[in-house]
């Protein structure tokens, strides 16, 4: 695992309280920098997590707020900010599939209006409400954005239409953004495979899809976060693409 001196970095992570978000929150904390986790208010893992973070002595803050809502981000954003005194890096990672099991492209009766909302409200519009909110304190610190798209965005399936459209959206928007804020900020995105984590959604094959990739096994959320990092600390003229990792999923 790679590791990087983050000392006086400021960090704001969505969706921090489980999985890929909080393996990302622990692993900036670890190198040293301020971290703001996001998550669902009542989270009660939330609570958890920032208060073991807080007892290993880690600089961990707790920020409640509903992603798809967008009064509540501009609020915890500014919050998060006025906590840690400005922002270096923003990790757009909440996301949702808005199912516990995979649904079929054919299967439109369950891909309601309702239910794409959901997911874009979240996956989308969520990730572009917090660069939005986030921005000015983004180029001021000259710092940067990283944002958890899927290998869904690229090669379709996931969970559902829906949801492989909104990570598609996700990675066009980081194109986008890369041109819009340079040379400030930098804008990036990953794309992962496989996770090994309580994800809502349940894949039955995921075992056999797995050991069918040449890596054998899905990626763990420390994997992930060890990218993310890379994006944030290093990579200094990187920005606008979205790092695909999968342990070669794609290629199977």
Known sequence: MITADLTGKRVLVTGGASGIGLSTA???????????????????????????????????????????????????????????????????????????????????????????????????????????????????????????????????????SAYSASKAALINLTRDHARAFGPEVRVNAIAPGLVESNWACTFDDQGEVANSIPLKRSGLPEDYAETILFLCAGASYITGQTIVVDGGLTLA
């Not at 290993?56 to 009064?71: F, L, R, T």
Request: proline share 3%.
């Open 26 to 160: 622990e692993r900036f904390a670890m190198c040293g920098a301020s971290v703001v986790i996001n998550d669902l208010p009542g989270s009660v893992n939330l609570c958890k997590q920032v208060s073991r973070l807080q007892s290993a002595g880690y600089d961990v803050h707790a920020q409640a707020a509903d992603i798809s809502n967008e009064q509540e981000i501009i609020a915890m954003v500014a919050a998060s900010i006025t906590r840690m005194g400005g922002l270096d890096y923003l990790i757009n990672n909440a996301g949702t599939p808005a199912t516990k099991s995979p649904i079929p492209a054919e299967n439109l009766a369950e891909q309601t209006s309702e239910f794409w909302e959901k997911i874009l409200s979240v996956n989308l519009l969520g990730a572009f409400r917090c660069t939005a909110a986030a921005i000015t304190s983004l180029k001021a610190s000259r710092g940067a954005i990283v944002n958890t798209a899927s290998v869904a965005g690229i090669v379709g399936a996931g969970s559902s």
